[in-house]
């Protein structure tokens, strides 16, 4: 799987119940100002669908006018090499030592039915092994990272050779992997016990970003966190320690050259306590919501 290997999405995807969105004017898209620079946040699903666009009016004009983009971590940046250690378990440790044997038994299962050997998977981090199979599940939906937002906006960017910055280095996300081995057992097992269902999920995260629903995006995301309560922890390491670190990133470049910015994050950097946006405020910036421009 390529650099985002659908961080959010795991978190997100595995428990959905039966929550529908409800339509509002909103969409996931933000105008900041500051000084002489104009900037738009657009909040990403990094796999969608291919029918899953066209994006509003509004965001393709936005992204149009716009010189510069803006993304978590440009594509090209990830180097193969430096994922090896945050995608597998250092030698002489494995998958099996650190899951219970009924959990290990499960994952196992699980990860035949994908066709991923045993002895390949008793090499990958715990975290790894679930996006992995994440991954397969969506591709057998035809739900792909190809067509997610920031990819399909990235080779949009690269066409009209626009510049292209990056609020992280690749190794910030791959940590995200390491911080997994920090769920218990019981959420992992949980989480293998949900896979099947993870392209329901996503269809209703496609429909609530399209519905403008961010508080039916946050129920998504906090719904696990009554019955396991570190996941509260893991939510802080892959957002809001995230959110601030990006947040300075993007006003460094800002600051440093004055112009027009397309920036695309995934969806839940942007909305909740403190968000990008709240931040960004915070700094001074004057940040509206924009509205569907067909209602």
């Given at each position: 799987m390529k650099n985002k290997i659908l961080l959010t999405l795991v978190v997100w995807a595995l428990s959905y119940g039966s929550l529908l969105a409800e339509n509002t004017d909103s969409l996931f898209f933000w105008s900041c100002k500051k000084g002489e620079s104009e900037v738009y946040l657009l909040g990403s699903i990094h796999?969608?669908?291919e029918n899953f666009y066209?994006?509003?009016l509004k965001?393709?004009?936005a992204s149009n006018k716009c010189d510069n983009l803006v993304l978590e971590v440009i594509p090209d940046s990830v180097k193969n090499d430096e994922m090896v250690q945050y995608m597998l378990y250092p030698i002489g440790t494995s998958l099996d030592k650190k899951l219970s044997k009924s959990t290990y038994k499960k994952i196992v299962k699980q990860a035949t039915k994908y066709g991923l050997d045993e002895s390949y998977l008793k090499l990958m981090r715990v975290g790894y092994a679930l996006l992995t199979m994440t991954g397969f599940e969506l591709i057998d939906h035809n739900i792909k990272e190809k067509f997610g937002i920031d990819n399909m906006l990235y080779s949009k960017a690269k066409?009209?050779?626009?510049?292209?910055f990056q609020l992280e280095e690749p190794v910030d996300q791959f940590r995200v992997i390491t911080a997994m081995d920090k769920l218990s057992d019981e959420y992992i097992s949980y989480s293998i016990d949900q896979l099947d269902s993870t392209a329901i999920g996503i269809e209703k995260m496609m429909s609530a970003w399209k519905a403008g629903d961010d508080e039916l995006i946050m129920q998504y995301?906090?719904?696990d966190t009554e019955k396991f309560?570190?996941?509260k922890d893991f939510h802080k390491v892959i957002l809001y320690d995230r959110n601030s670190k990006m947040s300075d990133s993007l006003n460094e470049i800002i600051t440093r050259k004055s112009g027009k910015y397309f920036v695309v994050v995934g969806a839940g950097h942007l909305i909740g306590r403190d968000s990008m946006v709240e931040i960004l405020r915070k700094k001074g910036y004057d940040v509206q919501r924009q509205t569907r421009s067909i209602k």
């Open positions: 796999a969608v669908k066209p994006l509003d965001i393709d004009m066409s009209a050779n626009k510049t292209v995301a906090l719904e309560p570190e996941v």
